[in-house]
């Protein structure tokens, strides 16, 4: 991939009731109205069979092994079948969740051992390549659990089996997800998802026309 004509690679992450679903039409279309090409996905899915696996891993009970190993497996699929052609194209792709939420839903909440999350992630975005596939920007949009879980009850909708763990689990969940913000300064940013719809906006708008939007 030329480095001048790939596209950009912006993800968003955040626990479960975070609000960071609400943005993802709000970014597309402000990247469009600014010229980008945008390709607009999620993990887990992206793909036939990335939406396959989505089905399962939110409804079936499994190892938590396996259920890491089959998050990496939709997302390998993902980078080779949208993710790595779009940004060759010079698209830009907005993703909803990727690697860094292995790291913070299995690695925090469930506790899995770091290093093998490590050595995943570097087997699947193909680190050591000539390309990996590593996000430029990702957004974190970033709220205390109790009000991420009044949102989601207030919804009053039927809770995935990730909604559905306590609140401990999130908790780590939300601190893996802000622990890697520190460890990649250059690529995170966090918002503040308890701000007013307007503020996250105007929050936004800063961070990717800064970013080159
Ligand atoms: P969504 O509700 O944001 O679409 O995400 C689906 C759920 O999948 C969410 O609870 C987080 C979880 N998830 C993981 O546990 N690990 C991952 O690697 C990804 C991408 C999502």
Partial sequence: MNDTTRGKFITLEGIDGAGKSSHVAWIVDFLRARGKTIVSTREPGGTPLGEKLRESLLSEAMHAETETLLMFAARR?????????????????VCDRFSDASHAYQGGGKMLDRRRLSVLEQWVHGEGSSQPCEPDLTLLFDVPCEVARQRIALAGRHLDRFEQ?????????????????????????VLDGEASLDAVRAQLEKILVDFGA
């Fill in 77 to 93: 699929e993902h980078i080779a079948q949208r993710i790595y052609p779009a940004l060759e194209r010079g698209d830009w792709v």
């Fill in 165 to 189: 763990e306590e609140a401990q689990f999130h908790d780590r969940v939300r601190h893996a997800y802000l622990d890697r913000a520190q460890k990649f300064p250059g690529r995170f940013r």
